[in-house]
């Protein structure tokens, strides 16, 4: 059953938050990756190539732990436990709008990088949070 997220975690992926994404490498190990971020309600958003580790790893097991700091206090948390979900992104339209929003600056990418980009999308099943 999907989660909702809290407010003060939507509030931190409304802003520049870091989160760190953890996937199931095919030997059972976690693979972690620093990722731009952000909502769309309650689902939290990424993009990645889908022949990168992440990408394979989710493509092969879409269990996925995304743990996200409040930027202005990091011993704050919020980690969701929950499923992915690979969706094509051809033009890199979530890369480009990510990048402005952490960069101030238009998100390039070599165009035989753009045909491989998904969106991933994360779906919560569970829910810690850890608040000071």
């Known amino acids: 059953m999907p989660k909702s997220l809290p407010d003060r975690l939507k509030s931190w992926?409304?802003?520049r938050s870091f989160p760190v994404v953890a996937t199931v490498d095919p030997d059972g190990r976690p693979q972690l990756s620093i990722v731009w971020a952000k909502r769309d309600g309650d689902?939290?958003?990424?993009?990645?190539?889908r022949d990168r580790r992440k990408g394979r790893n989710l493509t092969r097991d879409p269990s996925v732990t995304v743990l996200v700091t409040?930027?202005?206090?990091?011993?704050?948390?919020?980690?969701i436990r929950g499923i992915a979900e690979?969706?094509?992104?051809a033009d890199?339209?979530?890369i480009k709008e990510l990048?402005?929003?952490y960069n101030g600056e238009d998100f390039?990418?070599?165009e035989e990088k753009s045909a491989r980009r998904v969106i991933v999308?994360?779906?919560?099943?569970?829910i810690v949070e850890y608040v000071d």
């Open 92 to 94: 890199g339209s979530l």
């Open 43 to 49: 689902t939290v958003l990424f993009s990645t190539l």
């Open 121 to 126: 999308r994360v779906t919560a099943e569970h």
């Open 108 to 110: 390039v990418e070599p």
């Open 99 to 101: 990048g402005l929003r």
């Open 70 to 79: 409040n930027p202005g206090t990091p011993y704050e948390y919020v980690e």
């Open 13 to 15: 992926l409304d802003g």
């Open 86 to 89: 690979l969706v094509d992104d």
